[in-house]
Protein backbone atom coordinates (compact mmCIF):
# COMPACT_ATOMS: atom_id res chain seq x y z
CA UNK A 1 0.00 0.00 0.00
CA UNK A 2 1.49 3.44 -0.86
CA UNK A 3 0.80 6.46 1.06
CA UNK A 4 -1.83 8.68 0.60
CA UNK A 5 -1.51 12.02 -1.00
CA UNK A 6 2.11 10.97 -2.83
CA UNK A 7 0.15 11.05 -5.85
CA UNK A 8 1.54 7.54 -6.19
CA UNK A 9 -2.04 5.39 -5.65
CA UNK A 10 -3.58 4.53 -9.29
CA UNK A 11 -6.65 3.26 -9.71
CA UNK A 12 -10.16 3.66 -9.65
CA UNK A 13 -12.18 4.54 -6.56
CA UNK A 14 -15.52 3.50 -6.52
CA UNK A 15 -17.90 6.20 -5.30
CA UNK A 16 -21.12 3.83 -5.72
CA UNK A 17 -21.97 0.97 -7.75
CA UNK A 18 -25.16 -1.14 -8.63
CA UNK A 19 -25.06 -4.55 -6.27
CA UNK A 20 -25.25 -6.46 -9.38
CA UNK A 21 -22.09 -5.33 -11.04
CA UNK A 22 -19.13 -7.64 -10.95
CA UNK A 23 -15.30 -7.55 -11.84
CA UNK A 24 -15.46 -10.17 -14.74
CA UNK A 25 -12.39 -12.16 -17.02
CA UNK A 26 -12.89 -14.95 -19.09
CA UNK A 27 -13.40 -17.24 -16.12
CA UNK A 28 -12.23 -19.69 -13.68
CA UNK A 29 -11.93 -22.97 -16.20
CA UNK A 30 -10.63 -26.33 -14.82
CA UNK A 31 -12.11 -26.63 -11.67
CA UNK A 32 -15.74 -27.68 -12.28
CA UNK A 33 -15.11 -31.55 -11.21
CA UNK A 34 -14.42 -29.88 -7.90
CA UNK A 35 -18.20 -27.60 -8.05
CA UNK A 36 -17.17 -25.00 -9.53
CA UNK A 37 -18.45 -23.16 -12.10
CA UNK A 38 -16.48 -20.49 -14.97
CA UNK A 39 -18.04 -17.55 -13.73
CA UNK A 40 -16.09 -15.12 -16.36
CA UNK A 41 -17.92 -12.81 -18.65
CA UNK A 42 -21.97 -13.29 -19.86
CA UNK A 43 -21.11 -11.65 -22.99
CA UNK A 44 -16.99 -12.77 -24.36
CA UNK A 45 -17.54 -10.46 -27.45
CA UNK A 46 -17.80 -7.11 -25.24
CA UNK A 47 -15.24 -8.50 -23.33
CA UNK A 48 -13.07 -9.05 -26.07
CA UNK A 49 -14.46 -5.80 -27.46
CA UNK A 50 -12.86 -3.96 -24.34
CA UNK A 51 -8.95 -5.60 -24.78
CA UNK A 52 -9.28 -4.18 -28.02
CA UNK A 53 -9.94 -0.66 -27.39
CA UNK A 54 -7.46 -0.57 -25.00
CA UNK A 55 -4.21 -3.38 -26.48
CA UNK A 56 -5.12 -5.79 -23.47
CA UNK A 57 -4.61 -9.20 -23.26
CA UNK A 58 -7.33 -11.41 -23.47
CA UNK A 59 -7.34 -12.47 -19.36
CA UNK A 60 -7.53 -9.06 -18.55
CA UNK A 61 -10.80 -8.22 -16.04
CA UNK A 62 -13.03 -5.63 -16.05
CA UNK A 63 -16.26 -4.42 -14.44
CA UNK A 64 -19.72 -5.86 -15.65
CA UNK A 65 -22.51 -4.10 -15.22
CA UNK A 66 -25.81 -5.44 -14.79
CA UNK A 67 -28.37 -3.12 -16.41
CA UNK A 68 -27.13 -0.03 -14.19
CA UNK A 69 -23.54 1.11 -13.51
CA UNK A 70 -22.07 3.48 -11.10
CA UNK A 71 -19.84 6.57 -10.13
CA UNK A 72 -16.14 6.61 -10.37
CA UNK A 73 -13.68 9.07 -9.85
CA UNK A 74 -9.97 8.46 -11.32
CA UNK A 75 -6.59 8.57 -8.97
CA UNK A 76 -3.63 9.36 -11.50
CA UNK A 77 -3.99 9.02 -15.36
CA UNK A 78 -6.30 6.23 -16.49
CA UNK A 79 -6.85 4.78 -19.92
CA UNK A 80 -10.68 2.98 -20.03
CA UNK A 81 -13.19 2.13 -22.51
CA UNK A 82 -16.65 0.89 -22.38
CA UNK A 83 -17.89 -2.02 -24.09
CA UNK A 84 -21.26 -4.41 -24.51
CA UNK A 85 -24.91 -3.15 -23.74
CA UNK A 86 -24.34 0.55 -24.15
CA UNK A 87 -25.00 2.45 -21.07
CA UNK A 88 -24.89 6.28 -20.59
CA UNK A 89 -21.92 7.14 -20.21
CA UNK A 90 -20.76 10.77 -18.93
CA UNK A 91 -16.87 12.27 -18.32
CA UNK A 92 -17.43 15.40 -16.12
CA UNK A 93 -21.04 15.35 -16.37
CA UNK A 94 -20.11 15.77 -20.07
CA UNK A 95 -21.69 12.72 -22.39
CA UNK A 96 -19.37 10.20 -24.51
CA UNK A 97 -20.18 7.85 -27.29
CA UNK A 98 -19.66 4.22 -25.94
CA UNK A 99 -17.32 1.82 -27.49
CA UNK A 100 -14.39 3.65 -27.46
CA UNK A 101 -11.12 4.50 -25.53
CA UNK A 102 -10.59 7.62 -23.41
CA UNK A 103 -8.16 8.91 -20.77
CA UNK A 104 -8.82 9.81 -17.34
CA UNK A 105 -6.76 12.00 -15.43
CA UNK A 106 -6.82 12.00 -11.70
CA UNK A 107 -9.84 13.64 -10.03
CA UNK A 108 -11.98 13.39 -13.09
CA UNK A 109 -15.30 11.68 -12.37
CA UNK A 110 -17.06 8.49 -14.74
CA UNK A 111 -20.52 7.99 -14.38
CA UNK A 112 -22.46 5.08 -16.01
CA UNK A 113 -26.53 4.94 -15.83
CA UNK A 114 -29.05 2.99 -17.18
CA UNK A 115 -28.62 0.80 -20.57
CA UNK A 116 -30.22 1.95 -23.73
CA UNK A 117 -30.07 -1.63 -25.21
CA UNK A 118 -29.31 -5.41 -24.29
CA UNK A 119 -28.10 -6.17 -20.61
CA UNK A 120 -24.50 -6.00 -20.06
CA UNK A 121 -22.18 -3.29 -19.95
CA UNK A 122 -18.39 -3.43 -19.54
CA UNK A 123 -16.07 -0.77 -17.85
CA UNK A 124 -12.45 -1.92 -19.04
CA UNK A 125 -9.21 -0.10 -17.97
CA UNK A 126 -5.66 -0.63 -19.35
CA UNK A 127 -3.96 -3.55 -18.04
CA UNK A 128 -7.09 -4.60 -16.65
CA UNK A 129 -8.45 -4.23 -13.11
CA UNK A 130 -5.98 -5.82 -10.82
CA UNK A 131 -8.12 -7.06 -8.17
CA UNK A 132 -7.45 -10.30 -5.94
CA UNK A 133 -6.73 -13.38 -8.65
CA UNK A 134 -8.34 -16.50 -6.66
CA UNK A 135 -7.97 -20.20 -8.83
CA UNK A 136 -6.63 -18.76 -11.71
CA UNK A 137 -9.03 -15.96 -12.52
CA UNK A 138 -10.45 -12.63 -11.30
CA UNK A 139 -13.90 -13.60 -12.02
CA UNK A 140 -16.57 -12.59 -9.13
CA UNK A 141 -18.65 -15.80 -8.36
CA UNK A 142 -20.76 -14.70 -5.79
CA UNK A 143 -22.79 -17.16 -5.27
CA UNK A 144 -19.63 -19.24 -4.44
CA UNK A 145 -17.89 -16.15 -2.33
CA UNK A 146 -15.09 -16.17 -5.35
CA UNK A 147 -13.26 -12.87 -6.58
CA UNK A 148 -13.70 -9.43 -5.40
CA UNK A 149 -17.15 -7.93 -4.76
CA UNK A 150 -17.30 -4.47 -6.34
CA UNK A 151 -18.50 -1.76 -3.43
CA UNK A 152 -18.70 1.75 -2.67
CA UNK A 153 -15.50 3.23 -0.85
CA UNK A 154 -12.97 0.99 -2.58
CA UNK A 155 -9.81 1.65 -4.87
CA UNK A 156 -9.79 -0.46 -7.67
CA UNK A 157 -6.31 -1.32 -8.14
CA UNK A 158 -4.56 -0.80 -12.01
CA UNK A 159 -1.17 -1.51 -13.49
CA UNK A 160 0.80 1.69 -14.55
CA UNK A 161 -0.94 3.72 -17.35
CA UNK A 162 0.63 4.88 -19.76
CA UNK A 163 0.73 9.10 -20.40
CA UNK A 164 -0.58 8.72 -23.95
CA UNK A 165 -2.18 6.36 -26.01
CA UNK A 166 -4.49 6.65 -29.05
CA UNK A 167 -8.09 6.32 -28.07
CA UNK A 168 -9.58 3.67 -30.31
CA UNK A 169 -13.25 3.46 -31.63
CA UNK A 170 -15.26 -0.12 -32.57
CA UNK A 171 -19.05 -0.23 -34.50
CA UNK A 172 -21.85 -1.77 -33.01
CA UNK A 173 -21.76 -5.44 -33.03
CA UNK A 174 -24.66 -7.42 -34.29
CA UNK A 175 -25.62 -10.02 -32.08
CA UNK A 176 -28.02 -7.44 -30.14
CA UNK A 177 -29.98 -7.71 -32.92
CA UNK A 178 -29.76 -11.50 -32.95
CA UNK A 179 -33.06 -13.19 -32.31
CA UNK A 180 -32.82 -16.73 -33.59
CA UNK A 181 -30.64 -19.17 -31.34
CA UNK A 182 -28.83 -22.17 -32.25
CA UNK A 183 -30.09 -24.86 -30.10
CA UNK A 184 -28.76 -29.05 -30.05
CA UNK A 185 -30.82 -31.75 -27.88
CA UNK A 186 -28.65 -33.26 -25.22
CA UNK A 187 -28.31 -36.27 -23.56
CA UNK A 188 -31.85 -36.05 -21.23
CA UNK A 189 -33.83 -34.85 -24.27
CA UNK A 190 -35.94 -38.30 -24.55
CA UNK A 191 -37.13 -37.81 -20.96
CA UNK A 192 -39.44 -35.20 -22.83
CA UNK A 193 -42.15 -36.16 -24.96
CA UNK A 194 -41.59 -35.49 -28.91
CA UNK A 195 -44.51 -33.44 -28.91
CA UNK A 196 -42.58 -30.98 -26.33
CA UNK A 197 -39.69 -30.30 -27.93
CA UNK A 198 -41.23 -30.00 -31.28
CA UNK A 199 -43.11 -27.09 -28.76
CA UNK A 200 -39.92 -25.56 -27.78
CA UNK A 201 -38.83 -25.53 -31.32
CA UNK A 202 -41.53 -23.83 -32.52
CA UNK A 203 -42.34 -21.49 -29.82
CA UNK A 204 -42.28 -17.12 -29.41
CA UNK A 205 -40.20 -17.26 -26.41
CA UNK A 206 -40.18 -14.51 -23.71
CA UNK A 207 -36.93 -14.08 -21.40
CA UNK A 208 -38.23 -13.30 -17.73
CA UNK A 209 -37.60 -10.84 -15.26
CA UNK A 210 -36.23 -13.47 -13.20
CA UNK A 211 -33.14 -13.94 -14.37
CA UNK A 212 -28.99 -13.45 -13.47
CA UNK A 213 -25.90 -14.96 -13.76
CA UNK A 214 -26.75 -17.70 -12.57
CA UNK A 215 -29.12 -18.44 -15.36
CA UNK A 216 -32.48 -17.06 -17.38
CA UNK A 217 -36.30 -18.29 -17.29
CA UNK A 218 -37.70 -18.49 -20.36
CA UNK A 219 -41.80 -18.81 -21.18
CA UNK A 220 -42.90 -20.32 -24.23
CA UNK A 221 -45.87 -18.71 -26.06
CA UNK A 222 -47.79 -22.12 -25.65
CA UNK A 223 -47.11 -22.30 -22.43
CA UNK A 224 -44.57 -24.65 -19.93
CA UNK A 225 -42.99 -27.79 -20.51
CA UNK A 226 -45.12 -30.46 -19.85
CA UNK A 227 -43.60 -34.84 -19.11
CA UNK A 228 -45.34 -37.32 -18.15
CA UNK A 229 -42.69 -38.87 -16.13
CA UNK A 230 -40.67 -37.26 -13.43
CA UNK A 231 -37.94 -34.69 -14.87
CA UNK A 232 -35.22 -35.39 -11.88
CA UNK A 233 -32.46 -37.65 -12.89
CA UNK A 234 -29.52 -38.71 -10.64
CA UNK A 235 -27.57 -35.87 -10.19
CA UNK A 236 -25.14 -34.86 -13.47
CA UNK A 237 -22.81 -32.32 -14.76
CA UNK A 238 -23.88 -29.66 -16.11
CA UNK A 239 -22.74 -27.53 -19.25
CA UNK A 240 -23.10 -23.96 -19.87
CA UNK A 241 -25.93 -23.30 -21.96
CA UNK A 242 -27.97 -25.80 -20.48
CA UNK A 243 -31.81 -25.95 -20.83
CA UNK A 244 -33.28 -27.51 -17.40
CA UNK A 245 -36.84 -27.96 -16.69
CA UNK A 246 -37.90 -27.58 -13.26
CA UNK A 247 -41.05 -29.01 -11.90
CA UNK A 248 -43.43 -26.33 -12.40
CA UNK A 249 -42.49 -26.90 -16.36
CA UNK A 250 -40.59 -23.53 -16.77
CA UNK A 251 -37.36 -24.08 -18.56
CA UNK A 252 -34.21 -22.44 -17.39
CA UNK A 253 -30.90 -21.77 -19.52
CA UNK A 254 -28.21 -22.50 -17.07
CA UNK A 255 -25.03 -19.66 -17.25
CA UNK A 256 -21.73 -18.97 -16.05
CA UNK A 257 -22.19 -18.59 -12.29
CA UNK A 258 -24.90 -21.46 -12.09
CA UNK A 259 -24.20 -25.06 -9.99
CA UNK A 260 -21.84 -27.56 -11.29
CA UNK A 261 -24.40 -30.29 -11.40
CA UNK A 262 -27.93 -30.66 -10.93
CA UNK A 263 -31.20 -33.11 -10.86
CA UNK A 264 -33.35 -31.88 -13.39
CA UNK A 265 -33.69 -33.00 -16.70
CA UNK A 266 -32.30 -31.00 -19.31
CA UNK A 267 -34.34 -30.61 -22.63
CA UNK A 268 -31.59 -28.75 -24.71
CA UNK A 269 -28.40 -26.77 -24.77
CA UNK A 270 -27.63 -23.95 -26.36
CA UNK A 271 -25.09 -23.37 -28.89
CA UNK A 272 -21.56 -21.59 -27.69
CA UNK A 273 -21.56 -18.99 -30.60
CA UNK A 274 -24.89 -17.58 -28.87
CA UNK A 275 -24.22 -17.71 -25.28
CA UNK A 276 -23.39 -14.26 -25.37
CA UNK A 277 -26.51 -12.96 -27.70
CA UNK A 278 -28.49 -14.41 -25.21
CA UNK A 279 -27.00 -13.10 -22.26
CA UNK A 280 -28.11 -9.69 -23.82
CA UNK A 281 -31.82 -9.79 -24.78
CA UNK A 282 -33.71 -8.06 -22.04
CA UNK A 283 -36.10 -9.08 -19.89
CA UNK A 284 -39.60 -9.05 -22.08
CA UNK A 285 -37.39 -9.56 -25.10
CA UNK A 286 -38.61 -12.39 -27.72
CA UNK A 287 -36.77 -14.92 -29.75
CA UNK A 288 -36.85 -18.38 -31.04
CA UNK A 289 -34.64 -21.63 -31.21
CA UNK A 290 -33.88 -23.46 -33.85
CA UNK A 291 -32.49 -26.63 -33.94
CA UNK A 292 -28.97 -27.29 -35.48
CA UNK A 293 -26.41 -30.27 -36.04
CA UNK A 294 -23.20 -30.34 -33.68
CA UNK A 295 -21.37 -29.25 -37.23
CA UNK A 296 -23.39 -26.32 -37.53
CA UNK A 297 -22.82 -25.58 -34.17
CA UNK A 298 -18.63 -26.18 -34.20
CA UNK A 299 -19.00 -24.12 -37.32
CA UNK A 300 -20.68 -20.94 -35.64
CA UNK A 301 -18.40 -21.33 -32.79
CA UNK A 302 -15.50 -21.25 -35.02
CA UNK A 303 -17.15 -17.50 -36.77
CA UNK A 304 -17.29 -16.24 -33.23
CA UNK A 305 -13.77 -17.08 -32.60
CA UNK A 306 -13.11 -15.76 -35.59
CA UNK A 307 -15.65 -12.11 -35.06
CA UNK A 308 -13.50 -11.68 -31.65
CA UNK A 309 -9.58 -12.15 -33.35
CA UNK A 310 -11.04 -9.65 -35.56
CA UNK A 311 -11.79 -7.09 -33.39
CA UNK A 312 -8.27 -5.61 -33.03
CA UNK A 313 -8.17 -5.03 -36.80
CA UNK A 314 -11.40 -3.25 -36.51
CA UNK A 315 -10.60 -0.81 -34.29
CA UNK A 316 -10.03 2.48 -35.47
CA UNK A 317 -8.68 5.75 -34.24
CA UNK A 318 -11.07 8.25 -32.44
CA UNK A 319 -11.67 10.85 -35.29
CA UNK A 320 -13.27 14.28 -33.44
CA UNK A 321 -16.73 14.21 -35.18
CA UNK A 322 -17.81 18.02 -35.87
CA UNK A 323 -21.29 17.93 -34.29
CA UNK A 324 -19.52 16.99 -30.86
CA UNK A 325 -17.56 20.23 -30.87
CA UNK A 326 -20.55 22.44 -29.84
CA UNK A 327 -20.90 20.35 -26.57
CA UNK A 328 -17.39 20.70 -25.88
CA UNK A 329 -17.32 24.37 -25.57
CA UNK A 330 -20.45 24.49 -23.35
CA UNK A 331 -19.09 21.80 -21.38
CA UNK A 332 -15.88 24.03 -20.85
CA UNK A 333 -18.12 27.29 -20.20
CA UNK A 334 -20.44 25.94 -17.82
CA UNK A 335 -17.43 24.35 -15.83
CA UNK A 336 -15.39 27.45 -16.18
CA UNK A 337 -12.37 25.49 -16.61
CA UNK A 338 -10.61 22.72 -18.45
CA UNK A 339 -7.57 20.96 -17.43
CA UNK A 340 -6.82 20.31 -21.33
CA UNK A 341 -6.91 16.84 -22.08
CA UNK A 342 -10.04 17.26 -24.19
CA UNK A 343 -7.43 19.46 -26.18
CA UNK A 344 -5.00 16.58 -26.50
CA UNK A 345 -7.49 14.75 -28.31
CA UNK A 346 -7.39 16.63 -31.60
CA UNK B 1 -11.43 -63.40 -24.09
CA UNK B 2 -14.63 -62.26 -22.56
CA UNK B 3 -16.68 -59.85 -23.92
CA UNK B 4 -15.94 -56.00 -22.40
CA UNK B 5 -19.64 -55.61 -21.45
CA UNK B 6 -21.94 -58.57 -21.98
CA UNK B 7 -21.10 -59.99 -18.32
CA UNK B 8 -22.57 -57.71 -16.51
CA UNK B 9 -25.93 -56.05 -15.05
CA UNK B 10 -24.59 -52.67 -15.82
CA UNK B 11 -23.93 -50.77 -19.48
CA UNK B 12 -22.68 -50.40 -21.31
CA UNK B 13 -21.51 -47.65 -21.22
CA UNK B 14 -23.31 -44.81 -24.21
CA UNK B 15 -21.56 -41.97 -25.31
CA UNK B 16 -23.34 -38.64 -26.03
CA UNK B 17 -23.26 -35.21 -27.40
CA UNK B 18 -23.42 -32.69 -24.30
CA UNK B 19 -23.52 -29.55 -26.50
CA UNK B 20 -20.93 -28.75 -28.88
CA UNK B 21 -18.12 -28.12 -26.34
CA UNK B 22 -19.04 -31.68 -24.43
CA UNK B 23 -18.85 -35.28 -24.49
CA UNK B 24 -20.52 -37.49 -21.98
CA UNK B 25 -20.01 -40.84 -21.02
CA UNK B 26 -22.42 -42.33 -19.15
CA UNK B 27 -21.86 -45.18 -17.07
CA UNK B 28 -25.47 -45.89 -15.97
CA UNK B 29 -28.51 -43.79 -14.83
CA UNK B 30 -28.65 -44.00 -10.83
CA UNK B 31 -25.79 -43.93 -8.19
CA UNK B 32 -24.73 -47.28 -7.36
CA UNK B 33 -21.15 -48.28 -6.05
CA UNK B 34 -20.21 -50.37 -9.31
CA UNK B 35 -21.19 -47.59 -11.42
CA UNK B 36 -19.40 -44.77 -9.44
CA UNK B 37 -16.21 -46.91 -8.90
CA UNK B 38 -16.49 -47.41 -13.25
CA UNK B 39 -16.45 -42.96 -13.67
CA UNK B 40 -13.67 -42.90 -11.51
CA UNK B 41 -11.59 -45.52 -12.77
CA UNK B 42 -12.40 -44.35 -16.45
CA UNK B 43 -11.61 -40.47 -14.88
CA UNK B 44 -8.14 -41.72 -13.99
CA UNK B 45 -6.86 -43.95 -17.26
CA UNK B 46 -8.51 -41.06 -19.40
CA UNK B 47 -6.31 -38.21 -17.20
CA UNK B 48 -3.41 -40.73 -18.55
CA UNK B 49 -4.16 -40.31 -22.16
CA UNK B 50 -5.48 -36.80 -21.99
CA UNK B 51 -5.56 -34.74 -25.18
CA UNK B 52 -4.64 -31.39 -25.52
CA UNK B 53 -7.53 -29.80 -26.11
CA UNK B 54 -9.32 -31.52 -23.76
CA UNK B 55 -10.44 -28.30 -21.59
CA UNK B 56 -11.76 -29.84 -18.48
CA UNK B 57 -13.27 -32.91 -17.42
CA UNK B 58 -15.98 -34.07 -14.32
CA UNK B 59 -16.70 -37.12 -13.42
CA UNK B 60 -19.87 -37.46 -11.44
CA UNK B 61 -22.13 -40.35 -9.38
CA UNK B 62 -22.75 -41.82 -12.51
CA UNK B 63 -21.12 -40.27 -15.70
CA UNK B 64 -17.87 -38.31 -16.95
CA UNK B 65 -18.10 -35.13 -18.57
CA UNK B 66 -15.46 -34.03 -21.23
CA UNK B 67 -14.95 -30.10 -21.98
CA UNK B 68 -12.91 -29.70 -25.40
CA UNK B 69 -12.35 -26.83 -27.85
CA UNK B 70 -14.61 -28.84 -30.69
CA UNK B 71 -11.83 -26.71 -33.17
CA UNK B 72 -8.50 -28.17 -31.86
CA UNK B 73 -10.20 -31.31 -31.30
CA UNK B 74 -12.65 -32.85 -33.89
CA UNK B 75 -15.80 -34.64 -32.03
CA UNK B 76 -15.02 -37.38 -34.12
CA UNK B 77 -11.21 -38.30 -32.96
CA UNK B 78 -12.08 -37.98 -29.19
CA UNK B 79 -15.25 -39.72 -29.94
CA UNK B 80 -12.41 -42.98 -31.44
CA UNK B 81 -10.45 -42.77 -28.08
CA UNK B 82 -13.43 -42.52 -26.02
CA UNK B 83 -14.55 -45.66 -27.57
CA UNK B 84 -11.62 -47.55 -27.96
CA UNK B 85 -11.26 -46.80 -23.80
CA UNK B 86 -14.79 -48.51 -23.49
CA UNK B 87 -13.69 -51.25 -25.29
CA UNK B 88 -10.35 -51.95 -23.86
CA UNK B 89 -11.98 -53.55 -20.75
CA UNK B 90 -15.22 -54.14 -17.97
CA UNK B 91 -15.02 -50.70 -16.32
CA UNK B 92 -17.72 -51.89 -14.22
CA UNK B 93 -15.33 -54.20 -12.28
CA UNK B 94 -12.57 -51.93 -11.51
CA UNK B 95 -13.30 -51.45 -7.76
CA UNK B 96 -12.33 -48.67 -5.63
CA UNK B 97 -9.57 -45.96 -6.74
CA UNK B 98 -6.08 -46.84 -5.63
CA UNK B 99 -5.08 -43.76 -3.99
CA UNK B 100 -7.82 -43.13 -2.20
CA UNK B 101 -7.83 -41.83 1.85
CA UNK B 102 -9.62 -42.61 4.33
CA UNK B 103 -10.58 -39.31 6.92
CA UNK B 104 -12.07 -39.02 10.05
CA UNK B 105 -14.45 -35.92 10.29
CA UNK B 106 -15.29 -34.11 13.69
CA UNK B 107 -19.07 -33.15 13.96
CA UNK B 108 -21.42 -32.27 16.67
CA UNK B 109 -24.64 -33.91 16.45
CA UNK B 110 -28.11 -32.35 16.95
CA UNK B 111 -29.35 -28.77 19.15
CA UNK B 112 -28.18 -25.82 17.34
CA UNK B 113 -25.22 -27.98 15.11
CA UNK B 114 -28.45 -30.37 13.87
CA UNK B 115 -31.53 -29.01 13.83
CA UNK B 116 -33.02 -31.15 12.07
CA UNK B 117 -31.85 -34.25 13.77
CA UNK B 118 -35.37 -34.61 15.59
CA UNK B 119 -37.40 -34.60 11.96
CA UNK B 120 -35.13 -36.38 10.82
CA UNK B 121 -35.80 -39.25 13.59
CA UNK B 122 -39.46 -38.82 13.26
CA UNK B 123 -39.05 -39.71 9.83
CA UNK B 124 -36.97 -42.80 10.45
CA UNK B 125 -38.79 -43.97 13.22
CA UNK B 126 -35.98 -44.14 15.19
CA UNK B 127 -34.84 -42.40 18.34
CA UNK B 128 -32.41 -39.59 17.74
CA UNK B 129 -29.22 -41.56 19.65
CA UNK B 130 -29.88 -44.22 16.88
CA UNK B 131 -29.96 -41.96 14.08
CA UNK B 132 -26.82 -40.34 15.81
CA UNK B 133 -25.12 -43.95 16.06
CA UNK B 134 -26.11 -45.27 12.69
CA UNK B 135 -25.24 -42.06 11.39
CA UNK B 136 -21.38 -42.47 12.72
CA UNK B 137 -21.29 -46.39 11.66
CA UNK B 138 -21.43 -45.73 8.10
CA UNK B 139 -18.49 -45.59 5.91
CA UNK B 140 -18.86 -43.27 3.25
CA UNK B 141 -17.48 -43.21 0.14
CA UNK B 142 -17.01 -39.58 -2.07
CA UNK B 143 -18.93 -40.40 -5.28
CA UNK B 144 -18.72 -37.01 -6.47
CA UNK B 145 -17.70 -33.52 -5.99
CA UNK B 146 -20.36 -30.67 -7.30
CA UNK B 147 -23.27 -28.06 -7.08
CA UNK B 148 -21.03 -25.91 -4.68
CA UNK B 149 -17.00 -25.31 -4.32
CA UNK B 150 -16.00 -28.45 -2.81
CA UNK B 151 -19.44 -30.10 -1.34
CA UNK B 152 -19.17 -33.63 -1.29
CA UNK B 153 -21.99 -36.28 -2.28
CA UNK B 154 -21.51 -39.36 0.47
CA UNK B 155 -22.72 -42.84 -0.42
CA UNK B 156 -24.13 -44.51 1.01
CA UNK B 157 -26.36 -44.83 4.21
CA UNK B 158 -28.86 -47.67 4.68
CA UNK B 159 -32.34 -48.15 3.70
CA UNK B 160 -33.69 -46.84 7.12
CA UNK B 161 -32.49 -43.61 5.35
CA UNK B 162 -34.35 -43.42 2.28
CA UNK B 163 -36.82 -40.32 2.78
CA UNK B 164 -36.67 -37.67 0.17
CA UNK B 165 -35.71 -34.16 0.33
CA UNK B 166 -37.95 -31.53 1.42
CA UNK B 167 -40.18 -29.68 -1.75
CA UNK B 168 -39.52 -26.10 0.39
CA UNK B 169 -35.96 -24.85 0.47
CA UNK B 170 -34.04 -23.79 3.63
CA UNK B 171 -32.15 -20.35 1.74
CA UNK B 172 -28.99 -21.04 3.58
CA UNK B 173 -27.68 -24.16 5.87
CA UNK B 174 -24.11 -22.76 6.50
CA UNK B 175 -20.15 -23.76 5.33
CA UNK B 176 -19.62 -27.59 7.29
CA UNK B 177 -23.55 -28.59 7.45
CA UNK B 178 -24.21 -32.39 7.51
CA UNK B 179 -26.91 -32.67 5.38
CA UNK B 180 -29.21 -36.32 4.96
CA UNK B 181 -31.51 -37.47 2.23
CA UNK B 182 -32.14 -40.39 -0.16
CA UNK B 183 -29.07 -42.73 1.67
CA UNK B 184 -26.54 -39.74 0.81
CA UNK B 185 -25.21 -37.62 3.06
CA UNK B 186 -24.04 -34.32 1.73
CA UNK B 187 -21.59 -32.33 2.88
CA UNK B 188 -20.93 -28.20 1.73
CA UNK B 189 -17.91 -26.29 2.30
CA UNK B 190 -19.47 -22.71 1.78
CA UNK B 191 -22.92 -21.83 2.62
CA UNK B 192 -25.77 -23.36 -0.18
CA UNK B 193 -29.51 -23.25 -0.14
CA UNK B 194 -30.81 -26.62 0.31
CA UNK B 195 -33.72 -28.56 0.80
CA UNK B 196 -32.05 -31.81 2.85
CA UNK B 197 -32.05 -31.84 6.44
CA UNK B 198 -29.06 -30.77 8.50
CA UNK B 199 -27.99 -33.55 11.64
CA UNK B 200 -24.94 -32.37 12.58
CA UNK B 201 -22.33 -30.15 11.13
CA UNK B 202 -18.50 -30.02 11.47
CA UNK B 203 -15.64 -27.62 11.36
CA UNK B 204 -13.97 -29.58 8.29
CA UNK B 205 -13.60 -27.46 5.02
CA UNK B 206 -12.97 -29.24 2.34
CA UNK B 207 -12.34 -26.13 -0.12
CA UNK B 208 -10.10 -23.22 1.24
CA UNK B 209 -9.56 -21.24 -2.21
CA UNK B 210 -6.43 -19.62 -0.56
CA UNK B 211 -4.64 -23.13 0.17
CA UNK B 212 -1.92 -25.23 -2.01
CA UNK B 213 -4.46 -27.40 -2.17
CA UNK B 214 -7.59 -25.58 -2.09
CA UNK B 215 -10.18 -29.15 -2.55
CA UNK B 216 -9.14 -32.06 0.13
CA UNK B 217 -11.70 -34.44 -0.78
CA UNK B 218 -11.65 -36.13 -4.02
CA UNK B 219 -13.92 -38.83 -5.50
CA UNK B 220 -13.18 -42.00 -4.01
CA UNK B 221 -12.04 -41.03 -0.96
CA UNK B 222 -13.65 -42.58 2.76
CA UNK B 223 -14.92 -40.72 5.46
CA UNK B 224 -16.82 -41.51 8.16
CA UNK B 225 -17.91 -39.26 10.83
CA UNK B 226 -16.94 -39.20 14.97
CA UNK B 227 -19.84 -37.78 17.16
CA UNK B 228 -17.60 -35.08 19.39
CA UNK B 229 -19.02 -32.61 21.84
CA UNK B 230 -18.97 -28.25 21.47
CA UNK B 231 -15.46 -28.54 23.37
CA UNK B 232 -13.65 -30.33 20.48
CA UNK B 233 -15.81 -28.62 18.36
CA UNK B 234 -13.99 -25.29 18.85
CA UNK B 235 -10.87 -27.05 19.38
CA UNK B 236 -10.59 -27.58 15.52
CA UNK B 237 -9.12 -24.94 13.44
CA UNK B 238 -11.31 -24.90 10.02
CA UNK B 239 -8.56 -24.41 7.94
CA UNK B 240 -6.13 -27.20 9.51
CA UNK B 241 -7.27 -30.06 8.37
CA UNK B 242 -4.34 -32.61 7.69
CA UNK B 243 -5.01 -33.87 11.35
CA UNK B 244 -8.15 -35.65 10.00
CA UNK B 245 -6.49 -37.71 7.34
CA UNK B 246 -6.97 -40.86 9.03
CA UNK B 247 -4.30 -43.16 7.15
CA UNK B 248 -2.90 -42.75 3.48
CA UNK B 249 -3.71 -45.24 0.56
CA UNK B 250 -6.71 -47.88 0.62
Sequence with gaps: MSARGSGAETGLEILSIAPTATIQDRGRIGWLRYGVTSSGAMDDHALAEGQALLGNGCDDAALEFAGTGGRFRAHGTLWLACSGAEMALRVNGAPRPWRQSFRLDGGDIVEIGAVHEGVYGYLHVKGGFQTEMVLGSRSTHQRAGLGHRPAAGQLLPVLPQPADMTALSLPRPDHFDRRELRLLWGPQSDVFPRAERARLLAAEITVSPRRDRMGMRIELDSGPIRATEGLTIASDAINPGDIQVAGDGTPTVLLADRGSSGGYARIATLASADMAALAQIPAGGVFRFRLVSRDQAVEALARHRRALDSLASKAVPVTRDPRDIPDLLSYNLVSGATNGDDLDLD | ?250
Excluded at chain 2, 36 to 56: H, M, Q, S, T
Excluded at chain 2, 93 to 118: C, F, H, N, Q
Excluded at chain 2, 161 to 183: I, K, Q, Y
Excluded at chain 2, 200 to 216: E, G, H, K, V
Aim: glycine share 6%; proline share 9%.
Design chain 2, 1 to 250: MSSASSSTAFGPPVIRLAGDMGILVEFGDRYHPSINAAVLAFDAAFEGRRPAAVIETVPTFRSFLIRFDPLALPFDTLHQLLSEMLESRNWYESGPPTRRRKWVIPAVYGGMRGPDLAEVADLMDQREDQVIDSHAATLFTVAMLGFSPGLAYLGQLSEIWDFPRRTTLNPEVPAGAVLVAVRQTVLPSTPIPTGWRQIARTPFRSFNPRSDTPFLLQPGDQLRFEPVDEAAYAAYSAYDMDALLHEEGA
